[in-house]
C-alpha cells in the first residue's frame, strides 16, 4: 500500500476518516471480551479506535506505515506499538483479541487467507477476532488502492479452518448494509 507510505498518502487518509470510528463495532465486542484483556490492532492508521479500545482491554497497535507508527509515538511515547504487515502478522506475542477496522478489504483472497491463518497463529487459546469490511463481491480501485468487498459467504469460508464465527452483521457506515463485521473464536488446533 504505497498510498500509506507517504506523509501526504497519511495525511489525506486521516482527513478523509475524519469522523468515523469503530466505537460501535468496540461495542459489539465487549459482551465477548473480558476487560483487560490483552488486544492487537492490525492496520491502527492515526490511532482512534486503538484509542477507544485502550479504554476497556491492555492495547498493542500496529500499521505497516512507520508514518502512522512515528505520528501516533510523538502524542503517545509509552504506546506499545508494532510495525506489522497484515498479511504476514511477523511476531511471536499472543494476543486474547485482534481487531481491525476495514483494514483487510485492501488484501486479496489470497492474502487474506494467509492473514487468517497467521491471526490464528497469533491468538491465545479461544481468541477472538473483529475485523470489519465493506459490504459485497467486488473489487474497486479508488486512488490507487484497491478495495475487495465481502460478502456473508465468502466471510464462513475464509474463517471455516480455524475460527467459530460468533456473529457477523451488516451495519452502516455511509449507507444502509454497506458493511459487515465478524467476531470469530480461534477453534482448538489452531
Do not use: C
Request: glycine share 6%; hydrophobic share 40%; net charge negative.
Amino acid at each position: 500500500m504505497e498510498f500509506y507510505k507517504t506523509d501526504k498518502g497519511v495525511a489525506d487518509y486521516i482527513k478523509m476518516a475524519d469522523g468515523y470510528d469503530g466505537k460501535e463495532l468496540i461495542a459489539e465486542l465487549r459482551p465477548h471480551l473480558i476487560s483487560g484483556a490483552t488486544v492487537l490492532e492490525l492496520g491502527m492508521g492515526p490511532g482512534k479506535d486503538l484509542d477507544l479500545l485502550a479504554e476497556h482491554y491492555t492495547v498493542t497497535g500496529s500499521d505497516f506505515s512507520n508514518i502512522f507508527l512515528d505520528r501516533y509515538r510523538a502524542d503517545n511515547p509509552d504506546a506499545d506499538l508494532l510495525q506489522l504487515d497484515a498479511i504476514t502478522i511477523e511476531t511471536d506475542r499472543r494476543f486474547d483479541a485482534i481487531y481491525s477496522n476495514k483494514v483487510l478489504h485492501h488484501l486479496s483472497d489470497a492474502e487474506l487467507a494467509q492473514s487468517v491463518d497467521r491471526q490464528a497463529n497469533a491468538l491465545s487459546d479461544g481468541g477472538l477476532v473483529l475485523h470489519s469490511f465493506w459490504y459485497g463481491a467486488r473489487v474497486e480501485e479508488i486512488a490507487g488502492m484497491t478495495f475487495y468487498y465481502r460478502d456473508e459467504k465468502f466471510l464462513r469460508n475464509l474463517f471455516a479452518d480455524r475460527f467459530q464465527i460468533v456473529s457477523m452483521t451488516k451495519y452502516a457506515e455511509m449507507e444502509q448494509d454497506d458493511s459487515v463485521s465478524v467476531i470469530a473464536r480461534a477453534t482448538k488446533g489452531a
